[in-house]
């Protein structure tokens, strides 16, 4: 249901810090209610947004009656069951089996339903139990009237971050034909793989353009702080010592290489376990691995600068998670911790993705599915 100057009007479900919100604002989209459990991810979106219309509560306790009328619906929930670093219980878990409670939401709404819903989870939703959650997914948004589209969108087409996110979006009305089934930069081959094995359910395939030109500019070189050489947080003595001894042959010759030419450069480095031995590899290509919620292990990249004469590594900030996402520069997270901004972007959704897919394919589908009669 448009507002008066006939702007889009949306819900944003497992809000998280905003990012969705700020991507469907790009796009000319106001963002009317939303939802999440954390008040540490709720403080950051307070910084950076009106939460006059945020509900702040678990998911479970929302009824459909409670939501406004809106034109599209977003639910970005949680990957925690269906990641390949999770426990892969699928739908059938605790956190990621949320979805189901966002359709029941719908379900409530009614004839005040939207018209267009998008949802967000990691590309292994498609492989989650042999594919059975993703059918099940969408037999549920089937049952509700959609009709389902699923695509795959990496955000290194737009940001220096490779993050490849599934989406489902879904239609009131059938818009197109149920597709070819055959693999391409946004459907993928396990997502072509999965459009044919599964006929029967109300799919689509949507006029969705690849996005053209792919990412401009120059890498990391754009998100990276430039930090003093005497600020605190390079790493020095022992601690720089032990980086650089766990290095492999190849990765310290990959380092080696780096300071050829003159030009400082950055690369991304990460921990892995190797033959039951904790090591950093460094990554050889210009861009950050997926950032994750910052939580030990091999979720916290860090941020290996080779100059002329210098070599330094640090941890990556919060402000580069921050530019990877794609968030607005201004985006404001002093109210919650290092960690606690860390874990905030690193669970969230790329800004810009989420801008190209509201311009390119919620916006139209809005407007090419009949009006339906809502009260507010």
């Given at each position: 249901?448009?507002?008066?100057?006939?702007?889009?009007?949306?819900?944003?479900?497992?809000?998280?810090?905003g990012?969705?919100?700020?991507?469907?604002?790009?796009?000319?989209i106001?963002?009317?209610?939303?939802?999440?459990?954390?008040?540490?991810?709720?403080?950051?979106?307070?910084?950076?947004f009106?939460?006059?219309?945020?509900?702040?509560?678990?998911?479970?306790?929302?009824?459909?009656?409670?939501?406004?009328?809106?034109?599209?619906?977003?639910a970005?929930f949680?990957?925690?069951?269906?990641?390949?670093?999770g426990?892969?219980?699928?739908?059938?878990?605790?956190?990621?089996?949320?979805?189901?409670?966002?359709?029941?939401?719908?379900?409530?709404?009614?004839?005040?339903?939207?018209?267009?819903?998008?949802?967000?989870?990691?590309?292994?939703?498609?492989?989650?139990?042999?594919?059975?959650?993703?059918?099940a997914?969408?037999?549920?948004?089937?049952?509700?009237?959609?009709?389902?589209?699923?695509?795959?969108?990496?955000?290194?087409?737009?940001?220096?971050?490779?993050?490849?996110?599934?989406?489902?979006?879904?239609?009131?009305?059938?818009?197109?034909?149920?597709?070819?089934?055959?693999?391409?930069?946004?459907?993928?081959?396990?997502?072509?793989?999965?459009?044919?094995?599964?006929?029967?359910?109300?799919?689509?395939?949507?006029?969705?353009?690849?996005?053209?030109?792919?990412?401009?500019?120059?890498?990391?070189?754009?998100?990276?702080?430039?930090?003093?050489?005497?600020?605190?947080?390079?790493?020095?003595?022992?601690?720089?010592?032990?980086?650089?001894?766990?290095?492999?042959?190849?990765?310290?010759?990959?380092?080696?290489?780096?300071?050829?030419?003159?030009?400082?450069?950055?690369?991304?480095?990460?921990r892995?376990?190797?033959?039951?031995?904790?090591?950093?590899?460094?990554?050889?290509?210009?861009?950050?691995?997926?950032?994750?919620?910052?939580?030990?292990?091999?979720?916290?990249?860090?941020?290996?600068?080779?100059?002329?004469?210098?070599?330094?590594?640090?941890?990556?900030?919060?402000?580069?998670?921050?530019?990877?996402?794609?968030?607005?520069?201004?985006?404001?997270?002093?109210?919650?911790?290092?960690?606690?901004?860390?874990?905030?972007?690193?669970?969230?959704?790329?800004?810009?993705?989420?801008?190209?897919?509201?311009?390119?394919?919620?916006?139209?589908?809005?407007?090419?599915?009949?009006?339906?009669?809502?009260?507010?």
């Open positions: 249901m448009a507002t008066a100057d006939g702007r889009l009007r949306a819900a944003e479900f497992f809000a998280g810090i990012l969705v919100r700020s991507g469907l604002e790009q796009a000319g106001d963002v009317v209610w939303a939802n999440d459990i954390e008040p540490v991810k709720r403080a950051v979106y307070a910084a950076n009106d939460v006059s219309d945020y509900v702040l509560d678990d998911i479970r306790n929302v009824r459909g009656a409670a939501v406004p009328a809106v034109d599209i619906a977003t970005s949680p990957c925690v069951d269906l990641s390949l670093a426990n892969r219980r699928g739908l059938k878990g605790e956190q990621s089996g949320l979805f189901f409670e966002f359709a029941r939401v719908l379900r409530e709404m009614g004839g005040r339903a939207p018209s267009v819903v998008m949802v967000e989870n990691v590309t292994s939703f498609v492989s989650s139990r042999r594919g059975r959650d993703l059918r997914a969408i037999a549920e948004l089937n049952s509700l009237g959609y009709t389902c589209d699923v695509v795959a969108v990496d955000a290194r087409w737009f940001r220096p971050q490779s993050r490849p996110r599934l989406f489902i979006i879904g239609t009131h009305e059938r818009l197109a034909g149920p597709g070819s089934g055959k693999a391409s930069p946004l459907r993928p081959s396990p997502v072509a793989s999965f459009i044919r094995a599964h006929r029967d359910l109300a799919l689509q395939e949507l006029p969705v353009p690849v996005p053209v030109p792919l990412r401009a500019g120059g890498g990391l070189r754009d998100v990276v702080e430039r930090l003093d050489p005497g600020d605190e947080r390079w790493w020095r003595g022992d601690r720089m010592t032990r980086f650089l001894e766990s290095l492999s042959t190849s990765h310290r010759h990959r380092l080696d290489e780096l300071g050829l030419g003159g030009a400082t450069k950055w690369r991304t480095a990460y892995r376990t190797r033959g039951g031995a904790a090591v950093w590899e460094i990554r050889s290509d210009d861009i950050a691995g997926c950032l994750r919620t910052a939580r030990g292990g091999s979720s916290r990249q860090a941020i290996v600068e080779v100059g002329p004469e210098d070599l330094r590594a640090r941890w990556m900030t919060p402000r580069e998670y921050a530019r990877l996402q794609g968030a607005p520069e201004e985006f404001d997270y002093s109210a919650v911790t290092e960690v606690q901004a860390l874990y905030g972007f690193g669970d969230a959704v790329c800004v810009p993705v989420v801008g190209w897919l509201a311009r390119q394919v919620l916006a139209p589908a809005v407007a090419a599915c009949a009006p339906r009669s809502k009260a507010a």
